[in-house]
């Protein structure tokens, strides 16, 4: 299970890959799951 609890934890592999899928769908991502709990449901400034 992840500790991640906010975007600034995220791997910069992972923040390149959001960012990839933001501009090809041409919409922001606000919410990203890290796993399957609730308190694993980050949401993300943006």
Do not use: W
């Not at 890959?17 to 919409?27: G, H, P, S």
Request: net charge negative; charged share 35%.
């Amino acid at each position: 299970m992840t500790k991640m609890k906010s975007e600034t934890e995220f791997p910069k592999e992972f923040k390149d890959y959001i960012a990839f899928l933001e501009k090809e769908l041409e919409t922001p991502i606000t919410i990203v799951s890290v796993g399957p709990d609730r308190e694993q449901t980050i949401e993300r400034l943006t």
